[in-house]
């Protein structure tokens, strides 16, 4: 499963209240229908973690079965995709980084030491090149918030590689 889509469109806000309140009936197409649309964005924050396509894939298939399992405490009033991210949050980054320096000290120890809200909020960024406002709405945050993120995120990673 290689996802190469970058654009997340969030689902209007009417239509994905509509599909989370027939999931929670019981409607198993309205949740693929979510799990299709949020699928590809959900892989790509899980891989920019992991760095590993099975277990970038594995990430997101528990995310969105613990999802299921939960779709009936789903908050009236919340995004879909933010809400999905607490589970993919809860769950263990179990792959063996790749060191590309062969040092103790490279990027992607930097990137591992940040804070899981900051590695989202900078993935999207940098990996899905993502405007602020999008990031804001895909994460259900101010764009303050986002921009905080990001900042604190790239301050830590320069910090890291001793840069001034």
Known sequence: MVHTNLAIAPIGASAEAGLVAAAQSGNREAYLELVRHY????????????????DAAALVRDAFLHAWDAIAQYPTGRRFFPWLLQFARKLPLTAARPNPTGNGDSGVDAFDSLRQEERIALALRAVERLRYEEISVLLDVTIGVVILRISQARGQMLARAGAP
């Open 39 to 54: 699928d590809r964005p959900l892989y790509r924050m899980a891989y920019a973690m992991t760095r590993n396509q099975e």
